[in-house]
Structure formats: structure tokens, C-alpha cells
């Protein structure tokens, strides 16, 4: 369940997603059921390794990605006609521009704006900021130089080997649930604009290039295009246009009940890849995702009505001193909903007596496990499925605020049928 695994692997190694599983998980499933799926359906799709994985066994799969960041990711791992003599011809021009900018622009500011954001550079009224001014002059040099690339496959490409650089190059860690600063920021060596081309020259020709290759050669074999069958924008809407009984076989791990809001956690790649430009753009992709977190308020919601969902809120409505945030209990409550809007269009799209691989995780709230799992499958049957089974994938460690009363939360794949 962990894409630890994915780090060395070809493509997938691409970007380090932390939160993705294995492509392991993938070849598990695919061995386990005893049919061959002609048409999967990926909710979430992430880093893209579902439909990846399932694109080099010539297996179809629907996709969905809210996050432009993940959705551009997904979709420069899933295109399937790149060439290398036109690789090499652009990573050419890429090093002759970067080689030459620094003595023909002194300043790449006048030709490539800095993102939007306060926090971005140091200023009077700020005590820390992402990146020193050095690092994002180098950052833009870069943007720059992948900008003049006239080919939008091999130009996204570039901008997702940039992604990969820029915690690197950056003052800042993923810490969780958010971006924290690192310990030595303010005192570590600054890395220059030559730094900063060289790390990105690194990733592209010691981890992308012998992959172009390795897809050119795949690209002979591989009939299905999954590329064409990722679709951007939020799946609680977008799964309407999927056929009915037209899916038979859903694999996923939708966001955890953690209140991880993943658009703080890629700020920077959404930032620095100007996928968003403005607070009303950020507001809008955060109201268009999933409600596992609470920097979006939606209201008063109703409870849904699932034995072990109202078991939870009759016990923490017993702990009246913890209820002071609303916004917790509404975004356990919206989670649940979305859940139950989606399992009522699983039922609808999947053919009869197929597979779904839920990969999901417990959380833990006002001191009482909130069993997501479980709650997941009370939903599942309410709406015609079969439990085949809840397998424990591994143990995580609650949060440090709830950890005195719950020291470990369950990780699970809960296997449903149609």
C-alpha cells in the first residue's frame, strides 16, 4: 500500500507521490479475480498508477482527477507516443538555453513572472518565505527555457521534472498535512541559479530519458490509451457521464478522512507551475474536492443514517467539552455523504457480480475511532453490494492529538461485488 515501491520503478519514479500505493497493489488484484477486466474505473486517480499499470497490460480504465497538479502528472505518465530522437532534440535546446540565459537575461523577472502568493519571496513583512531569491530565479530560468518547447507532451513533461526538484529547492518539507520549514532554512547553502539548472538537467537525463525509451518501445505493443480516458474535474459530477453496467472492475484509494487538505500539501507545484494563479482559482479547486478537510465550509449537513456513523456521533455527543469545532463534525459528515453519492453511481456503472478494491483508512476524532471502514461497507451494501471482505493492509499511527486515547488507526482494502 505504499508507493515507496514506486521510487525506482520506471515512470512511476517520474515523481515521488508519498500518498499513492504500489503498482504491486495493481498486479495483486489483476491475479486475485478470477476474470480479465475489460474496463476498470479509477475515482482518483493521483499519480496516475492505476490506469498506468493497467495501460501496459492492454486493459482499459476510466480516470478521474480533480487537482490539476495530479491530473498533469497522470497524464504525462499515461501518454504513450513519445519519441527519443524528438526527446533528445528538445533536451538539446533546453541545455542551450539554460547554458546561455544567465549571461543574456540578468534579470529573469522581466520575461517570467513569480507565482502568485505572499509566502512565495522574502519580504519585509514576512519572517519566512518558499524560496530564497537565488532558488526561484533559477526556478524561473527553468520555466523559461521549458516554455520555448513547442510540443505540449514534451512541454508538460519538462514541467513535471521541475515539479520534482522544487521541495529540494525550496525552504520547505511535506510534513503531513501541510508544508513545514526546514530546521537549517535560513542557514543552509543557497543554491544558485546554476544549482538549480543542473538538479533539473539530473532528473530529466538520469530518471526520464532511458524511460522515453522504454516507452517508445512499449508504444509498438500496447494498443489501449488510457491518456484518452482521463478526464479533469471533480468525479462526484463527472461519473455521471460514465455508461451504466458499463465497468467492470473499480480500483481506488480515495482521499483518507485525515483532513489532509492536498492542496496545501502541493502548494508549490501548483504555485510554481502556475495551475492555479489566484485565491478565487485555489478556492474553487478546494470546493471541488472531496470533503476530507475543513478548509471549506459547506453548512449544516445531515447525518447520514448508518448504524456505526451514528454509533460515533452518540458517542461524542456524550463529550459536549469537545464540541466546540463544527467544522470536524461537518466534514466527517460530508465525507460520508460523498461516499454515499458515489457508491449509489458504482452500483449504476458496474456490471453484475464484479469486483471493488476500496483502499481506505480509520481516522480518529474527539478522542473516538471514527471506523471509516466499516462505515464504507454499511453504505456499500445499503446500496446492493456484496462485503466479500475488510482486509487489514497495515496500522498508522493517529495523529498526536488523539493518540493518548487511540494509539493506532487501521488501514484497510475492503473488497466489494457487485
Not at 513519445?82 to 532534440?89: K, M, P, Q
Not at 522581466?110 to 524560496?131: A, Q
Not at 459536549?320 to 456503472?349: A, S
Request: one cysteine or more; charged letters at 25%.
Amino acid at each position: 500500500m505504499q508507493f515507496n515501491k514506486n521510487k525506482t520503478v520506471s515512470i512511476h519514479q517520474w515523481y515521488p507521490f508519498v500518498e499513492g500505493y504500489s503498482k504491486e497493489f495493481i498486479e495483486s488484484i489483476l491475479n486475485e479475480i478470477e476474470y480479465i477486466p475489460e474496463s476498470v474505473l479509477e475515482p482518483f486517480s493521483g499519480s496516475g498508477t492505476t490506469a498506468l499499470e493497467l495501460q501496459f497490460k492492454n486493459i482499459s480504465c476510466i480516470s478521474f482527477e480533480v487537482s490539476p497538479f495530479m491530473h498533469l502528472l497522470s497524464s504525462v505518465k499515461l501518454y504513450n507516443n513519445y519519441n527519443v530522437d524528438t526527446f533528445n532534440a528538445f533536451l538539446f535546446n533546453l541545455k542551450d538555453t539554460l547554458a546561455n540565459l544567465p549571461r543574456r537575461v540578468s534579470n529573469i523577472r522581466n520575461i517570467e513572472k513569480v507565482p502568485f502568493g505572499r509566502t512565495i519571496l522574502k519580504s519585509d513583512s514576512l519572517k519566512k518565505w518558499n524560496f530564497h531569491d537565488e532558488s526561484l530565479d533559477g526556478i524561473l530560468d527553468v520555466k523559461y527555457a521549458i516554455s520555448l518547447v513547442d510540443d505540449i507532451a514534451y512541454r508538460d513533461l519538462f514541467r513535471i521534472a521541475l515539479a520534482s526538484i522544487l521541495l529540494e529547492v525550496s525552504n520547505v518539507f511535506r510534513n503531513g498535512k501541510c508544508l513545514s520549514y526546514k530546521k537549517d532554512w535560513q542557514t543552509r547553502k543557497i543554491l544558485n541559479r546554476k544549482d538549480v539548472h543542473n538538479l533539473f538537467l539530473l532528473k530529466v537525463e538520469n530518471v526520464i530519458k532511458n524511460d522515453i525509451k522504454l516507452l517508445e518501445d512499449l508504444s509498438h505493443t500496447t494498443r489501449i490509451n488510457n491518456y484518452d480516458q482521463l478526464h479533469f474535474g471533480d468525479v462526484r459530477t463527472n461519473i455521471l457521464e460514465v455508461e451504466d453496467n458499463s465497468i467492470d472492475l473499480i480500483i481506488t484509494s480515495p482521499p483518507y478522512l485525515n483532513s489532509r487538505d492536498y492542496t496545501d500539501i502541493y502548494m508549490l507545484e501548483l504555485k510554481v507551475l502556475d495551475l492555479v494563479k489566484n485565491y478565487d482559482e485555489l478556492n474553487n479547486l478546494r470546493k471541488n474536492t472531496l470533503r476530507s478537510h475543513v478548509q471549506v465550509k459547506h453548512g449544516e449537513l445531515c447525518d447520514l443514517d448508518i448504524p456505526t456513523l451514528q454509533e460515533y456521533f452518540t458517542k461524542i455527543s456524550e463529550k459536549k467539552v469537545l464540541l466546540w469545532n463544527n467544522d470536524l463534525l461537518n466534514m466527517i459528515r460530508g465525507y460520508f455523504l460523498d461516499m454515499d453519492h458515489l457508491f449509489k453511481q458504482f452500483k449504476r456503472v458496474m456490471q453484475p457480480e464484479k469486483y471493488i478494491y476500496f483502499n481506505v483508512a480509520n481516522s480518529a476524532y474527539f478522542e473516538e475511532e471514527v471506523k471509516v471502514d466499516i462505515i464504507i461497507s454499511e453504505i456499500a451494501i445499503r446500496h446492493g453490494f456484496k462485503l466479500v471482505e475488510i482486509r487489514k493492509a497495515r496500522n498508522l499511527k493517529s495523529s498526536s492529538q488523539q493518540s493518548e486515547a487511540i494509539k493506532s488507526l487501521r488501514e484497510s482494502v475492503i473488497i466489494f461485488k457487485s
